[in-house]
Nanobody, 117 residues
């Protein structure tokens, strides 16, 4: 099935920034409504980081505290997550999710983000 491909992860020090990107491996024919970013740390549950709808609504988890920003390109089904002032607690695997109007969800394999003190 269609997969998303995340990139932009890496190792940075506390206070640094990263910009994650997500693109589909194949063309998604149906209109994509929701685009979102999740993360999962070792031994923890997967949690929502940020999401956006085609109509322009954006939602952020409390963990972002104004540090993260989600953006998208509807024509190319691209979505980005700008992360600033990163902290060690942000260390996790970050996953991209897109859902189309047929209620089909697409996921990526994730990109690792590691924050050193």
């Amino acid at each position: 099935q269609v997969q998303l491909v995340e990139s932009g992860g890496g190792l940075v020090h506390s206070g640094g920034s990263l910009r994650l990107s997500c693109a589909p491996s194949r063309i998604i024919v149906a209109i994509v409504n929701t685009m979102a970013w999740y993360r999962q740390a070792p031994g923890a549950q997967r949690e929502l980081v940020a999401s956006s709808t085609r109509s322009g609504r954006t939602d952020y988890a409390d963990l972002s505290l104004g540090r993260f920003s989600i953006s998208r390109d509807n024509d190319r089904n691209l979505v980005w997550l700008q992360m600033n002032n990163l902290k060690p607690d942000d260390t996790a695997m970050y996953y991209c999710k897109q859902r189309d109007v047929l209620r089909r969800s697409y996921w990526g394999q994730g990109t690792q983000v590691t924050i050193a003190e």
